[in-house]
């Protein structure tokens, strides 16, 4: 079947700090994979997306390759702002028209 | 581009009434809309997928009589939560696509809080 493991948060860090928040999925075929990130009081909004193996997503200074070796497609950035603190989702899509999503982890960051 | 809007943002009802809840894809023509429920620290949980002009396929374990769902044009979708009980509070949040346009890539509302009293 497919499905999607998130690291749990709540995920705090300084400023500045890096960020890594893990996903590993299960799916058959080759999905596509994304990240969504839900700001407060916001709806979710597309951060990146990756539609093969080996593609690297990239966005706002975030950055998931898809690494199909190893079923992952963790979200990375160097320099977390502020302005990052939101919950973001890991979600795969094998078809276009289902979405399976993670739990999602919430960031902040504090100055 | 590709905004999506959901139309109340919040609604409070009393038990055994019936919620309406409306999704629009402002500036796109959505050929799929999706309704997902969300539980606090839980995921997003597909209830339906819907086309445009035909019927809506519900995800296993969803009452298709009491989460109705319409997808009368390319710009609009509804879910009304029929006779509605506390156990259906909950935030539900719609997504919509033009696969012809857009690819996978699913564009999401800003979600619906329903409080059921």
């Known amino acids: 079947g497919n499905s999607v493991t998130q690291m749990e948060g709540p995920v705090t860090l300084s400023e500045e700090a890096f960020l890594t928040i893990n996903c590993t999925y299960t799916a058959t075929g080759y999905p596509s994979l994304f990240w969504y990130v839900q700001y407060p009081g916001e709806g979710l909004q597309l951060l990146l997306k990756a539609t093969k193996a080996d593609d690297k997503g990239s966005n706002k200074g975030f950055e998931a390759t898809y690494r199909k070796e190893t079923t992952s497609f963790h979200l990375e950035k160097g320099s977390v702002q502020v302005s990052d603190s939101a919950v973001y989702f890991c979600?795969?899509?094998?078809?276009?028209?289902?979405?399976?999503f993670g739990t999602g982890t919430s960031l902040t960051v504090i100055p | 581009g590709a905004v999506v809007s959901q139309h109340p943002s919040w609604v409070i009802c009393k038990s055994g009434t019936s919620v309406k809840i409306e999704c629009r894809s402002l500036d796109f023509q959505a050929t799929t809309m999706f309704w997902y429920r969300q539980f606090p620290k839980q995921s997003l949980m597909l209830m339906a997928t819907s086309n445009e002009g035909s019927k809506a396929t519900y995800e296993q374990g969803v009452e298709k009589d009491k989460f109705l769902i319409n997808h009368a044009s390319l710009t609009l979708s509804t879910l009304t939560v029929t006779s509605a009980h506390p156990e259906d509070s909950s935030f539900y949040i719609c997504?919509?696509?033009?696969?012809?346009?857009?690819?996978?890539?699913?564009?999401f509302g800003p979600g619906t809080r329903l409080t059921v009293l």
């Open positions: 997504s919509a696509t033009d696969r012809t346009r857009l690819g996978d890539t699913q564009y």
């Open positions: 979600a795969l899509s094998p078809t276009g028209n289902q979405f399976y």
